[in-house]
């Protein structure tokens, strides 16, 4: 049980040593009146049972339904050496590398990731990855609170839903402000945006792609940005960064995004990683763990955790986040993702996803009373059906498709909107299916 | 070893992408594309299996070294965990927020669901959520559900307090809800000075935030009442459960008095640290606080069967779906699999593996404090000091000798401290075999105190300057 | 012009009414290699003690406090490029900020060098 290996007669002999009688009398410090009021746990059990009760539960997990959703999380392939080599125990089971000699493995594998985020962006400092990309977007937030020494945050409503509540939730703890601009239609609404930006902006939020699945160019945004001495925060999707304009080129200050779609599998909801990337200038108010290159006394090149005077463990409560763990192994199954891919390879999925798309849009608006509402579009675009979004997207699923996520939760007035997703996983034949089903729903 | 840029060659192909089966579309016009393609590495498969093959060899973990963290329960991590969490990589969470997607995700959603009645159980709390992604992220979590609490009743309090042992986290993750922080030195006794404690509770004090046993291993006495000082105040109590390890099945913290907990299913529950994470940081509250916990939750309905509901009065999203779901489901495996003796057994032989750590030491390393331990054990190179050796050449020569090295510098109020939690998945043997090696390193440090500041010469690189990483901030390589 | 001393180990000098500022050289020692130093806004105004700036180094971060009241009106750049020099030279060239309207009174609060270095026997 509980893999504790000492057998009774060692168990006898460290209690000699110890000097006490029982395991029980180790825990007389602790007051009797403090005792477990109840602890009502079912036996344990073998392997055999235990694999059975997983089975069952993992049997209705809705993986045989085809998913033609996003909502910030996407079903990519992932090369099968990505599971191989973090599977390696030596990654998997070791922990933050705080003793750099015997941990080069960890802290290696991150510099490369961190170095893989600052190409993939466009920028020039990189973390060593955050929790998610939702928490990802409100550390941003903060970081600009922090570098600007302003207490307000301009939200564009076209990034994801789910991230700006937690956004939201962040910022109302420290008393910062934030407002939201709605979209314009499809697309971030850019006049508003820039006409928000006052002297207590601290940052203008943006996605790119955003929820609706439209691409843009946020340049102007940034340069307006800057003027009035705020940052530009972009989030993104990585994959679409093998086709789109990096953050970095648009002139924004901090990329952030959720990095799931990087070699991680869907798993309900994580774990996941985000990850963050900045102008040199910023590095100091970075958040989480960052790992930097330096040389032993030797002059061999080697990597440590540095800039720890930022964090938790010395500032305490004037760290720039309160965050110890970051997502290592995640970050490592998308570094590996990436160098599987190689730069050829993840231009080519890019470029199929949006071929997949394009595909998929041609067919579905091409329905009676469907029309496609973005101009222009990564893997994921907007339709306005002519039936209320959330009674098709039910009746669909009972036929084994998710079709796309119905916006009418989330933006007031879009009920007859669906936002659909396509990756390179999905076949033309699929894609077919999911228009005949559409239709069918529609109209029979 | 080069990096994986530095093995790059131009043209290089890796894995296939899947072959198109649909037209070529027209391409996004240019101002919307980016200039150059991303620079990733271009390798060979083969290239890539080996470079991460031979870089996962340049680490300690548990599967190889024994690995004494203290603070971070390094415990075995059970494979049997790995088969179960893979059997849902393929779900995806989106599917439980679509209209009438409930019902396909119901594996899943029960799991979520079992596994917040599992933790309340082992917690004595009465409503845990699995939201938050990691420890800190719990704390934050934690603080954020009581300021709603305070909010709602119009209260308007202003302070945090915490012990000057207490993990960074705890302070920083009150910063981050809002709060100020008033830390409170530790008495001779092992933990918080009840006295500077009771001064500095008053009506504007929101919460006392404890962790126990503390971060010196030791069981506070005190622990119940200084629960009841903060309810006499108004404040509410919060428990950082980091180590709970020594006490399953003994105490509960609800039992105590805590209001809020969170636990770390990556320590306590066995799931793998993966070289610094992912982790899953679980909050449970009582029933007062119920209504201030982050939405949706899985609710069962009348049928039996399980739904996601809103949860409107709380706090709001922490985390996008149910949180790490992958590690909640190792995490109830664990918890599944060793039943709740198995977990009672845990704690005694967690606690049993310590005091023996801390027997067979203290002769040759000074004990701040001396009382039982729980299951760490702390002590302070202070004799070593003398001779000029530090808690840190101590680590690095354990290194030399293959053991991953104890936590050192922490906690920071104990100078030069080595802080040892074995776990209960180490066996006698190798306890041994690492307690002769600190003996050894004991009589070094009197006979050839230089060898210690050399340490550690059997790794691919020796000590490193971390002053000239923080100056010169190269934190991507170039190209 | 004499040095003087804080508990927290800040130097002050005063010449007339402009003072210089800095951490001492047991203060340096104790932080290890300085890696960045974070210099006060020109224009600052601070009491005695108040938090005037703040210094990290590899394995710590403290805050400085400043040892007299005064209005920031020079600090020292080179500290951008180069925070070594405070371990190289804490109560000279390491000097951190200089502060205007300074009133010398504030100088009886504090140690002299002899009283500091007793001070500092009596931590240890």
């Known amino acids: 049980m509980g893999y504790c290996p000492n057998t009774p007669e060692e168990i006898r002999e460290m209690l000699a040593v110890i000097g006490a009688g029982s395991v029980e009398e180790l825990f007389s410090p602790i007051p009797q009146q403090l005792r477990a009021k109840s602890f009502e746990l079912p036996a344990g059990m073998s392997e055999f049972e235990l694999m059975g009760i997983m089975r069952e539960k993992a049997r209705v997990g809705g993986t045989e339904i085809v998913p033609f959703i996003g909502g910030g999380i996407y079903d990519h392939v992932i090369p099968a050496a990505v599971d191989h080599l973090a599977g390696r125990a030596e990654f998997y089971t070791a922990y933050t590398p705080y003793q750099p000699e015997c941990s080069q493995g960890t802290l290696q594998a991150l510099y490369e990731y961190q170095s893989a985020i600052c190409r993939l962006t466009g920028l020039e400092a990189s973390n060593a990855s955050l929790y998610d990309g939702g928490t990802a977007v409100a550390e941003a937030a903060l970081m600009a609170l922090r570098v600007t020494g302003r207490n307000a945050v301009v939200l564009d409503a076209s990034v994801n839903p789910l991230h700006r509540e937690i956004v939201c939730g962040y910022l109302a703890s420290l008393s910062a402000g934030v407002v939201e601009v709605a979209p314009a239609g499809c697309a971030s609404d850019l006049e508003r945006l820039m006409g928000c930006i006052g002297p207590e902006t601290a940052a203008v939020v943006v996605q790119n792609p955003n929820f609706f699945g439209t691409v843009a160019d946020f340049t102007a945004l940034a340069a307006k940005a800057h003027e009035a001495g705020a940052l530009l925060i972009v989030a993104c999707y990585p994959v679409a960064l093998g086709l789109v304009k990096s953050p970095g080129e648009m002139g924004a200050d901090i990329a952030v995004g ?33 790992v930097g290159e330096t040389v032993d006394q030797q002059g061999r090149r080697g990597y440590v955790l540095t800039l720890q005077a930022r964090e938790q463990h010395i500032k305490r409560h004037k760290a720039t986040s309160n965050i110890c763990s970051n997502q290592s192994l995640c970050a490592l199954r998308g570094l590996i993702f990436a160098a599987a891919l190689g730069k050829r390879g993840f231009e080519e999925l890019a470029t199929l996803n949006y071929d997949k798309a394009r595909y998929a849009q041609g067919l579905l608006g091409a329905i009676k009373g469907v029309s496609v509402l973005n101009r222009e579009s990564f893997n994921e675009f907007t339709l306005a059906l002519p039936k209320p979004a959330a009674k098709v997207v039910t009746r669909l699923l009972d036929r084994g498709v998710a079709a796309g996520v119905p916006l009418g939760a989330y933006y007031p007035g879009m009920d007859h909107a669906l936002v659909v997703t396509v990756t390179e996983k999905r076949t033309k034949a699929e894609i077919d299916a999911l228009a005949a089903l559409l239709e069918e729903a529609l109209w029979n | 070893m080069e990096l994986i840029y530095e093995k790059s060659v131009a043209g290089r192909t890796g894995v296939r992408i899947p072959l198109s089966d649909v037209p070529k579309a027209a391409p996004l016009p240019a101002s919307l594309r980016r200039g150059d393609a991303a620079a990733f590495p271009e390798v060979s498969e083969l290239d890539l299996v080996r470079h991460y093959t031979n870089l996962s060899r340049r680490n300690f973990s548990v599967d190889t070294n024994f690995y004494p963290l203290g603070s971070c329960t390094m415990k075995y991590n059970a494979k049997v965990m790995e088969q179960a969490g893979a059997l849902f990589a393929g779900c995806h969470p989106m599917l439980a927020l679509l209209p009438g997607g409930e019902r396909l995700v119901q594996g899943p959603l029960s799991l979520v669901y079992e596994v917040e009645q599992q933790l309340a159980e082992i917690t004595g709390m009465d409503e845990v959520t699995t939201q938050p992604l990691a420890g800190a992220h719990g704390e934050m979590t934690g603080i954020m559900v009581i300021a709603a609490y305070h909010k709602a ?32 030195p530790t008495a001779p006794y092992g933990d918080m000075d009840l006295d500077a404690y009771r001064a500095a509770m008053n009506g504007e004090v929101a919460a006392v935030m404890m962790t126990c046993p503390n971060t010196l291993g030791i069981f506070n006495p005190h622990i119940a009442e200084i629960c009841e000082i903060a309810h006499q105040a108004g404040a509410l109590t919060y428990y950082d459960g980091a180590n709970l390890n020594a006490i399953m099945g003994k105490v509960r913290p609800g039992d105590v008095g805590f209001d809020v907990i969170h636990v770390n299913l990556h320590k306590t529950f066995g799931t793998p640290h993966g ?103 702390v002590f302070s190179a202070s004799r070593q000091l003398k001779e000029g050796v530090h808690a840190i050449d101590i680590a690095k020569y354990l290194i030399d000798r293959g053991f991953h090295p104890p936590t050192v510098y922490f906690p920071l109020n104990v100078k030069e401290a080595i802080m040892i939690e074995p776990t209960e998945t180490e066996s006698k043997q190798t306890m041994d075999a690492f307690i002769e090696v600190m003996l050894e390193a004991a009589r070094m440090t009197r006979e050839n105190p230089a060898a210690l500041h050399e340490a550690p ?11 000239r990483a923080a100056r010169a901030q190269q934190v991507c390589c170039e190209g | 012009m004499s040095m003087y001393f804080t508990k927290e180990h800040e130097w002050v000098k005063v010449d007339g009414s402009q003072a210089t500022v800095g951490i001492s050289g047991h203060a340096a020692h104790e932080l290890g290699d300085i890696t960045f130093v974070e210099l006060p806004q020109m224009g600052k105004v601070v009491k005695q003690f108040d938090t005037l700036a703040g210094i990290e180094s590899v394995k710590a971060a403290s805050d400085i406090y400043s040892p007299v009241s005064g209005k920031v009106v020079q600090v020292n750049g080179k500290l951008e490029d180069a925070p070594e020099l405070v371990n190289e030279s804490a109560e000279d060239a390491g000097w951190i900020c200089k502060l205007e309207a300074v009133d010398a009174s504030e100088l009886a609060a504090l140690m002299d060098a002899a009283a500091y270095a007793e001070y500092l026997k009596g931590l240890e």
């Open chain 1, 258 to 290: 959720e990095g799931q779609s990087l070699g991680n599998t869907l798993s309900f909801g994580g774990p996941y990683f985000g990850f963050i990337a900045t102008r040199k200038r910023f590095i100091r108010n970075l958040p989480g763990r960052i």
């Open chain 2, 153 to 184: 009743r119009g209260e308007k309090r202003k302070y945090v307090i915490v012990p000057d042992s207490s993990h960074g986290t705890n302070p920083a993750s009150a910063a981050m809800a809002g709060y100020e922080i008033i830390t409170i």
């Open chain 2, 275 to 377: 070289g610094g994470g992912p982790g899953s940081g679980p909050v449970g509250v009582k029933k007062g606080l119920i209504p201030y916990l982050p939405t949706p939750r899985v609710v069962r309905t009348a049928d039996g069967s399980f739904g996601v509901e809103a949860h409107p009065e709380g706090i709001g999203r922490v985390s996008d779906f149910f949180g790490n779901f992958g590690i909640m489901a190792r995490a109830f495996a664990y918890i599944t699999l060793l039943g709740g003796e198995g977990l009672i057994e845990v704690s005694e032989m967690a606690v049993l593996n310590a005091n023996y750590m801390m027997a067979r030491l203290k002769g040759e390393y000074e004990l701040p404090f001396e009382t039982t331990c729980m299951h760490e054990c």
């Open chain 2, 457 to 467: 010469v059997s790794t691919p690189v020796g000590r490193l300057d971390e002053t």
